[in-house]
Protein backbone atom coordinates (compact mmCIF):
# COMPACT_ATOMS: atom_id res chain seq x y z
CA UNK A 1 0.00 0.00 0.00
CA UNK A 2 1.27 3.35 -0.85
CA UNK A 3 2.28 5.45 2.10
CA UNK A 4 -0.45 8.32 3.02
CA UNK A 5 0.86 11.72 3.92
CA UNK A 6 -0.54 13.52 5.70
CA UNK A 7 -0.67 17.57 6.28
CA UNK A 8 2.13 18.26 9.19
CA UNK A 9 0.00 20.56 11.51
CA UNK A 10 1.47 22.41 14.67
CA UNK A 11 0.08 21.93 17.63
CA UNK A 12 -0.61 25.91 18.37
CA UNK A 13 -1.79 26.41 15.02
CA UNK A 14 -4.37 24.41 15.57
CA UNK A 15 -5.38 25.83 19.02
CA UNK A 16 -5.28 29.21 16.58
CA UNK A 17 -7.78 28.40 14.18
CA UNK A 18 -10.69 26.83 16.55
CA UNK A 19 -9.81 29.86 18.40
CA UNK A 20 -9.89 32.69 16.06
CA UNK A 21 -13.22 31.32 13.73
CA UNK A 22 -15.43 30.24 17.00
CA UNK A 23 -14.59 33.72 18.01
CA UNK A 24 -15.39 35.41 14.92
CA UNK A 25 -19.11 33.11 15.13
CA UNK A 26 -19.51 34.27 18.44
CA UNK A 27 -19.32 37.72 17.58
CA UNK A 28 -21.81 37.58 14.92
CA UNK A 29 -23.91 35.23 17.06
CA UNK A 30 -24.17 38.26 19.96
CA UNK A 31 -26.47 40.48 17.68
CA UNK A 32 -28.60 38.16 15.74
CA UNK A 33 -32.40 38.12 14.76
CA UNK A 34 -33.64 35.31 16.39
CA UNK A 35 -32.80 32.76 19.01
CA UNK A 36 -34.21 29.33 18.65
CA UNK A 37 -33.59 27.58 22.57
CA UNK A 38 -33.57 24.08 21.80
CA UNK A 39 -32.86 21.96 18.49
CA UNK A 40 -35.46 19.53 18.36
CA UNK A 41 -37.75 19.00 15.65
CA UNK A 42 -39.72 22.20 15.70
CA UNK A 43 -36.69 24.30 17.08
CA UNK A 44 -34.58 23.39 13.53
CA UNK A 45 -37.41 23.34 11.33
CA UNK A 46 -38.46 26.55 12.32
CA UNK A 47 -34.37 28.00 12.24
CA UNK A 48 -34.38 25.98 8.89
CA UNK A 49 -37.35 28.41 7.35
CA UNK A 50 -35.81 31.85 8.79
CA UNK A 51 -32.58 31.05 8.09
CA UNK A 52 -34.24 30.35 3.99
CA UNK A 53 -36.18 33.99 4.96
CA UNK A 54 -32.50 36.12 5.03
CA UNK A 55 -32.85 35.92 9.31
CA UNK A 56 -29.72 35.56 10.94
CA UNK A 57 -30.46 32.88 13.68
CA UNK A 58 -28.54 30.70 15.87
CA UNK A 59 -30.16 27.54 17.57
CA UNK A 60 -28.61 26.78 21.02
CA UNK A 61 -28.88 23.49 21.98
CA UNK A 62 -27.50 22.03 25.31
CA UNK A 63 -26.60 18.55 24.81
CA UNK A 64 -23.94 17.52 22.46
CA UNK A 65 -25.92 16.86 19.83
CA UNK A 66 -29.43 17.60 17.73
CA UNK A 67 -32.16 15.81 17.20
CA UNK A 68 -34.40 16.39 20.50
CA UNK A 69 -37.08 13.26 21.02
CA UNK A 70 -36.41 12.21 17.27
CA UNK A 71 -33.36 10.12 18.28
CA UNK A 72 -35.63 8.52 21.49
CA UNK A 73 -38.22 7.28 18.11
CA UNK A 74 -40.96 5.55 20.17
CA UNK A 75 -39.56 3.19 23.13
CA UNK A 76 -36.19 4.00 22.01
CA UNK A 77 -37.46 2.57 18.36
CA UNK A 78 -35.68 3.76 15.70
CA UNK A 79 -38.69 4.86 13.60
CA UNK A 80 -41.18 7.63 14.09
CA UNK A 81 -44.52 8.72 11.93
CA UNK A 82 -45.18 11.81 10.16
CA UNK A 83 -48.31 12.97 8.42
CA UNK A 84 -49.78 15.01 5.84
CA UNK A 85 -48.95 17.96 4.94
CA UNK A 86 -45.56 17.35 6.92
CA UNK A 87 -44.16 15.37 4.56
CA UNK A 88 -43.60 18.20 2.50
CA UNK A 89 -40.95 19.24 4.47
CA UNK A 90 -39.65 16.17 4.78
CA UNK A 91 -39.24 16.05 0.88
CA UNK A 92 -37.91 19.43 0.39
CA UNK A 93 -35.06 18.35 2.90
CA UNK A 94 -34.62 15.02 1.43
CA UNK A 95 -35.96 12.46 4.08
CA UNK A 96 -36.88 9.13 2.74
CA UNK A 97 -40.56 8.18 3.61
CA UNK A 98 -42.94 5.08 3.46
CA UNK A 99 -45.93 5.26 3.11
CA UNK A 100 -48.23 2.83 5.20
CA UNK A 101 -51.69 4.55 4.66
CA UNK A 102 -52.82 7.27 2.66
CA UNK A 103 -51.39 10.30 3.80
CA UNK A 104 -49.30 8.76 6.61
CA UNK A 105 -45.48 7.46 6.59
CA UNK A 106 -42.78 5.95 8.42
CA UNK A 107 -39.21 7.44 8.89
CA UNK A 108 -36.17 6.72 10.09
CA UNK A 109 -34.91 8.34 13.01
CA UNK A 110 -31.25 9.02 12.15
CA UNK A 111 -31.76 9.94 8.75
CA UNK A 112 -34.54 12.43 9.85
CA UNK A 113 -32.03 13.89 12.47
CA UNK A 114 -29.14 14.33 10.29
CA UNK A 115 -30.85 15.25 7.09
CA UNK A 116 -33.44 17.71 8.96
CA UNK A 117 -30.06 19.08 11.07
CA UNK A 118 -27.93 19.42 7.72
CA UNK A 119 -30.50 21.28 5.85
CA UNK A 120 -30.90 23.98 9.01
CA UNK A 121 -26.71 24.52 8.58
CA UNK A 122 -27.05 24.57 4.55
CA UNK A 123 -29.57 27.82 4.98
CA UNK A 124 -27.56 29.24 6.82
CA UNK A 125 -28.77 29.65 10.60
CA UNK A 126 -25.68 28.23 13.62
CA UNK A 127 -26.17 25.48 15.59
CA UNK A 128 -24.04 25.73 18.61
CA UNK A 129 -23.90 22.73 20.63
CA UNK A 130 -23.68 22.39 24.99
CA UNK A 131 -25.12 25.70 25.26
CA UNK A 132 -27.57 26.44 28.42
CA UNK A 133 -29.95 29.30 28.02
CA UNK A 134 -30.91 29.85 31.72
CA UNK A 135 -32.75 33.50 31.26
CA UNK A 136 -33.88 36.13 28.97
CA UNK A 137 -33.40 39.75 27.87
CA UNK A 138 -36.13 42.47 28.47
CA UNK A 139 -36.69 45.84 27.53
CA UNK A 140 -39.28 48.11 28.24
CA UNK A 141 -42.00 50.98 26.44
CA UNK A 142 -42.90 48.59 25.10
CA UNK A 143 -42.26 45.33 27.41
CA UNK A 144 -40.61 43.06 25.26
CA UNK A 145 -38.29 40.27 25.16
CA UNK A 146 -35.02 41.44 23.40
CA UNK A 147 -32.66 38.30 23.79
CA UNK A 148 -31.10 35.74 26.21
CA UNK A 149 -28.62 34.93 28.97
CA UNK A 150 -26.28 31.71 28.20
CA UNK A 151 -23.82 29.57 30.17
CA UNK A 152 -21.49 26.06 28.97
CA UNK A 153 -23.98 23.64 29.78
CA UNK A 154 -20.55 22.28 31.59
CA UNK A 155 -20.39 24.96 34.24
CA UNK A 156 -23.87 24.94 34.71
CA UNK A 157 -23.64 20.90 35.42
CA UNK A 158 -19.91 21.47 37.79
CA UNK A 159 -21.85 23.65 40.04
CA UNK A 160 -19.51 26.90 39.44
CA UNK A 161 -21.03 30.12 39.57
CA UNK A 162 -20.07 32.29 36.84
CA UNK A 163 -21.68 34.56 35.26
CA UNK A 164 -23.54 34.61 31.68
CA UNK A 165 -23.18 36.36 28.03
CA UNK A 166 -25.95 37.85 26.75
CA UNK A 167 -26.90 37.70 23.10
CA UNK A 168 -29.29 40.55 21.81
CA UNK A 169 -32.50 39.32 19.68
CA UNK A 170 -35.51 40.97 17.53
CA UNK A 171 -37.24 37.28 18.64
CA UNK A 172 -36.53 34.46 21.05
CA UNK A 173 -38.42 30.56 20.60
CA UNK A 174 -38.92 28.11 23.19
CA UNK A 175 -38.34 24.75 21.59
CA UNK A 176 -37.44 23.01 24.73
CA UNK A 177 -39.98 20.36 24.74
CA UNK A 178 -42.39 19.19 27.65
CA UNK A 179 -40.88 22.16 30.00
CA UNK A 180 -41.22 24.87 27.85
CA UNK A 181 -38.06 26.35 29.48
CA UNK A 182 -37.68 30.08 28.54
CA UNK A 183 -41.05 30.87 28.91
CA UNK A 184 -41.10 29.89 32.67
CA UNK A 185 -38.44 31.64 33.39
CA UNK A 186 -39.72 34.72 31.48
CA UNK A 187 -43.50 33.94 33.47
CA UNK A 188 -41.42 33.47 36.76
CA UNK A 189 -39.48 36.44 36.64
CA UNK A 190 -41.61 38.79 34.39
CA UNK A 191 -44.94 38.94 35.73
CA UNK A 192 -46.03 42.02 33.65
CA UNK A 193 -46.04 39.82 30.78
CA UNK A 194 -48.86 37.84 32.11
CA UNK A 195 -47.93 34.48 31.06
CA UNK A 196 -50.35 31.55 32.31
CA UNK A 197 -48.23 28.39 32.23
CA UNK A 198 -51.17 25.42 32.69
CA UNK A 199 -49.18 22.67 31.66
CA UNK A 200 -49.50 19.88 28.62
CA UNK A 201 -52.44 17.06 29.27
CA UNK A 202 -52.55 13.17 28.49
CA UNK A 203 -52.07 12.00 25.10
CA UNK A 204 -54.68 12.69 22.80
CA UNK A 205 -52.89 12.54 19.38
CA UNK A 206 -56.04 12.64 16.69
CA UNK A 207 -56.47 16.31 18.20
CA UNK A 208 -53.15 17.05 19.70
CA UNK A 209 -51.55 17.63 16.28
CA UNK A 210 -53.51 20.15 14.69
CA UNK A 211 -54.18 21.95 17.98
CA UNK A 212 -50.33 22.35 18.78
CA UNK A 213 -49.75 23.98 15.22
CA UNK A 214 -52.94 26.64 15.56
CA UNK A 215 -51.43 27.94 18.81
CA UNK A 216 -47.48 28.02 18.14
CA UNK A 217 -46.64 31.28 17.70
CA UNK A 218 -46.33 34.46 19.85
CA UNK A 219 -46.74 34.35 23.73
CA UNK A 220 -45.22 37.96 24.31
CA UNK A 221 -43.53 40.59 22.80
CA UNK A 222 -40.19 39.18 21.18
CA UNK A 223 -40.95 35.45 23.02
CA UNK A 224 -42.33 32.52 20.97
CA UNK A 225 -43.12 29.13 21.40
CA UNK A 226 -42.86 25.88 19.22
CA UNK A 227 -43.94 22.28 19.52
CA UNK A 228 -44.28 20.53 22.91
CA UNK A 229 -43.86 23.55 24.38
CA UNK A 230 -46.51 25.20 23.00
CA UNK A 231 -48.50 21.84 24.12
CA UNK A 232 -47.23 22.78 28.06
CA UNK A 233 -47.71 26.89 27.50
CA UNK A 234 -51.28 26.40 26.53
CA UNK A 235 -52.55 23.46 27.77
CA UNK A 236 -52.90 20.98 25.05
CA UNK A 237 -52.45 17.28 24.88
CA UNK A 238 -49.11 15.17 23.91
CA UNK A 239 -49.02 13.37 20.76
CA UNK A 240 -46.45 10.83 21.46
CA UNK A 241 -44.13 9.85 18.33
CA UNK A 242 -45.91 11.31 15.73
CA UNK A 243 -43.58 14.14 14.29
CA UNK A 244 -46.20 16.05 11.63
CA UNK A 245 -47.16 18.56 14.35
CA UNK A 246 -43.34 19.71 15.02
CA UNK A 247 -42.59 20.15 11.72
CA UNK A 248 -45.60 22.01 11.06
CA UNK A 249 -45.00 23.96 13.96
CA UNK A 250 -41.71 25.02 13.08
CA UNK A 251 -42.74 25.93 9.86
CA UNK A 252 -45.72 28.33 11.23
CA UNK A 253 -43.73 29.82 13.95
CA UNK A 254 -40.95 30.58 11.55
CA UNK A 255 -43.89 32.19 9.39
CA UNK A 256 -44.52 34.21 12.22
CA UNK A 257 -41.95 35.35 13.04
CA UNK A 258 -40.64 36.55 9.74
CA UNK A 259 -43.98 38.94 9.44
CA UNK A 260 -43.59 40.72 13.38
CA UNK A 261 -39.63 41.11 12.55
CA UNK A 262 -39.33 42.03 8.82
Known sequence: ??????????????????????????????????????????GMTAAYYLAKAGKKTVIFERRLSFGGGIGGGAMNFHKVVIETPANEIMEEVGVKMKEVEEGVFVVDTAEFMAKLGAAVVDAGAKIIHGVTVDDVIFREDPLRVAGVAVE????????????????????????????????????????????????????????????????????????????????EVRGLPRMGPIFGAMLLSGRKVAEDIIHDIR
Open 152 to 231: WTSTQMSGLHVDPLFISAKAVLDATGHDSEIISVAARKLPELNIQIPGEKSAYSEIAEELVVMNSGKVAEGLYSSGMATA
Open 1 to 42: MEQIRIKQVDEKKISQYIIKYTMEDWMSIVDSDVVIVGAGPS
